[in-house]
């Protein structure tokens, strides 16, 4: 019986470790080859990409900082080139850090609007043509609780994705039909040997944090659905409601 993802090709940004790590694996238990970038992380993307190779699938590491087109350019090259085809993008690169507003920088405020706003729409440009290709297109665009509640210590932040969610939605029109655009916005996810984030578990009406693998199974639903486009699906753990 042939698996969900069976013969599809997925490019996971930033997909070496954390919660890109969990979606590359939950795509390879799936059936799909897996194309893996980094910026910095070589070796775990090529462990991981090893350990996809033991599943039977295909799977490429490929570096590129996404904030710069000539590098996304050169990836989505290769991705042609080795695999043919990509049928799903999703677009997990990102950078999060704490700045009070008033002592912002402006290098900081470019830097996270580049990683986190400018490299989604980078790849998403250069994936639209062999994603329309594919009949199969899926573009997820990871996005954040910050993107739709207002945290001080982190505008720069809530402002870069609160632009994904905006992108998501232009796109699901502009590509449609062709291409399904989605968006999964993490509430809190937090991995063994991290302290647990208190407020947040104190806040949230399930009284605790995510996991990697809850955020991969939504953007699972995301690449498989046939219906769906234009959505932004908060998970949580019910904290946007608090």
Sequence with gaps: MLQPLEGRVALVTGGAKRIGRSIVEKFAAEGADVVINYESS??????????????????????ANVARKQEVQRMFSTIEREFSRLDILVNNAGMFFAADFLDLTEEQWDTIM????KAQFLCAQAAAPLLKKSGHGRIINISSLGG????????????SKAGVIMLTRCL??????????????????????EAPDEDYIHRAPLHRTGTGSEIADAVFFF??????????????GGRGLT
């Design 223 to 236: 690449a498989t659905t046939e219906f769906v486009t234009g959505q932004i699906l908060p998970v949580d």
């Design 172 to 193: 699901a029109r502009a590509l449609a039909p062709e291409i399904l655009v989605n968006s999964v916005a993490p509430g809190t996810i937090q991995f063994p040997g």
């Design 148 to 159: 739709m509640l207002p945290w001080p210590k982190f505008t720069h932040y809530c402002v």
């Design 42 to 63: 070589q070796t775990e993307a090529e462990s991981l990409a090893s350990d996809v190779r033991k599943l039977g699938r295909r799977a490429l590491a490929i570096p």
């Design 114 to 117: 580049s990683t986190n706003l």
